[in-house]
């Protein structure tokens, strides 16, 4: 089969790395995969494994989802939303999937619905019609108003035939940040989680007796680093921060200039989810990627989920994850050097999770129901 993953990443790049692990468990399968990206470039996702097709990238002002700027920090004109519109039909028509996928949409990027709806409206008027899911992860952003909530359901309705939740409805049912109707519910399937196979320890011990400190792959989470490094004279362990986006140098220069000698500060690696199966401890932001590789590594971690703009994603998913063993969670009014070091002392010192425990084949279980929903459309 032939499958269209259509997802634009706006702050940091989690709804990307989804998004090519998904294809990747397509290709696996033996399927043609093509993934149309609508953000930024995100040279550090991409292997060169997956057709990846570039949309004129945008991304949000900062937690501002509502004004989108392009790749100069000027907002988005009428005309590159216009070729991006028309670079998402041409692949449409050109490819011609057996199943598109949009990621998040319709349940989030509204600003965009626009080119959202024209691909919608064009793939159900192909002779050949594909199959249409929308993918989401665990925890939405809980919808502020009731528009929203029948902006999803009109959308749903007309256009789609399936909603892949990439969750455990055990741990995060999607009632814990949007309101499953009557509408919603006969279309859900859930898939357990997506995360790449497990990476294994790192060939040579990379980050061994380490506190890793990342915030992502975004340009947020100043706060965490420097609470980090004021926390670093206090602990008896090494801190490695990983810089991620494009920090300006002048950021790094700081936390550098200011930072005692057991503090290591470097771009965020490739082999960062290997370095966690070493690592004394992560400090991190509380993401839907990043929370699979610490649950797969089994590390000791520290979540500061990142709350700023009212958002209260990762607020819920550390919440729901703090109650397991060596995993602690910092609001980041909560966050000061003591605070950080207290948390990470009890995080170390707790019994060692069961990796084992936790289903991360959801990317393999999305290619399954998915192609049975195909063969029976």
């Known amino acids: 089969m032939k499958v269209m993953i259509v997802v634009t990443h706006l702050l940091g790049t989690g709804?990307?790395?989804?998004?090519?692990?998904?294809?990747?468990?397509?290709?696996?399968?033996?399927?043609?995969?093509?993934?149309?990206?609508?953000?930024?470039?995100?040279?550090?996702?991409?292997?060169?494994?997956?057709?990846?097709?570039?949309?004129?990238?945008?991304?949000?002002?900062?937690?501002?989802?509502?004004?989108?700027?392009?790749?100069?920090?000027?907002?988005?004109?009428?005309?590159?939303?216009?070729?991006?519109?028309?670079?998402?039909?041409?692949?449409?028509?050109?490819?011609?999937?057996?199943?598109?996928?949009?990621?998040?949409?319709?349940?989030?990027?509204?600003?965009?619905r626009d080119e959202f709806r024209a691909l919608l409206e064009a793939a159900k008027a192909r002779p050949a019609r594909p199959l249409i899911?929308?993918?989401?992860?665990?925890?939405?952003?809980?919808?502020?108003?009731?528009?929203?909530?029948?902006?999803?359901?009109?959308?749903l309705s007309a256009f789609y035939d399936a909603v892949l939740v990439h969750s455990d409805p055990e741990l995060t049912p999607l009632e814990v940040s949007w309101p499953v109707t009557d509408t919603l519910r006969p279309l859900l399937h859930y898939t357990g989680f997506v995360?790449?196979?497990?990476?294994?320890?790192?060939?040579?011990?990379?980050?061994?007796?380490?506190?890793?400190?990342?915030?992502?792959?975004?340009?947020?989470?100043?706060?965490?680093?420097?609470?980090?490094?004021?926390a670093a004279a206090k602990t008896p362990h090494p801190l490695r921060l990983l810089i991620g986006g494009t920090p300006p140098p002048e950021r790094v220069a700081k936390l550098r200039a200011r930072s005692p000698q057991n503090v290591t500060i470097e771009a965020a690696r490739p082999d960062f989810r290997q370095m966690l199966y070493h690592a004394a401890a992560s400090v991190s932001l509380c993401g839907y990627n990043t929370a699979l590789d610490i649950l797969q590594a089994g590390t000791p971690a520290v979540f500061i989920p990142f709350d700023e703009g009212?958002?209260?994603?990762?607020?819920?998913?550390?919440?729901?994850?703090?109650?397991?063993?060596?995993?602690?969670?910092?609001?980041r009014a909560e966050l000061t050097p003591d605070s950080l070091c207290e948390a990470l002392s009890r995080v170390i010192a707790a019994p060692l999770r069961d990796a084992s425990a936790y289903g991360f084949s959801g990317a393999e279980r999305t290619v399954t129901i998915t192609h049975n929903l195909r063969r029976t459309q």
């Open 310 to 331: 009212n958002e209260v994603e990762q607020g819920l998913r550390a919440s729901a994850l703090a109650k397991r063993s060596g995993i602690a969670q910092l609001t």
């Open 133 to 155: 899911c929308a993918s989401i992860r665990d925890i939405l952003a809980p919808p502020s108003k009731p528009k929203k909530v029948q902006f999803a359901d009109d959308t």
């Open 15 to 112: 709804h990307l790395a989804r998004a090519l692990t998904l294809a990747r468990a397509y290709q696996t399968a033996g399927d043609e995969v093509s993934v149309v990206s609508g953000g930024m470039l995100a040279p550090v996702l991409d292997r060169g494994d997956v057709r990846l097709v570039q949309l004129p990238p945008l991304r949000s002002d900062g937690v501002d989802f509502t004004r989108l700027l392009d790749t100069d920090n000027a907002p988005a004109s009428s005309d590159l939303l216009g070729k991006r519109q028309a670079a998402l039909l041409a692949e449409l028509h050109s490819f011609a999937p057996d199943i598109l996928i949009t990621e998040l949409f319709p349940f989030g990027r509204r600003i965009l």
């Open 195 to 230: 995360s790449p196979p497990a990476a294994g320890p790192h060939p040579q011990a990379a980050g061994a007796g380490e506190i890793i400190v990342s915030a992502g792959g975004g340009d947020v989470g100043q706060h965490v680093y420097d609470a980090a490094v004021d």
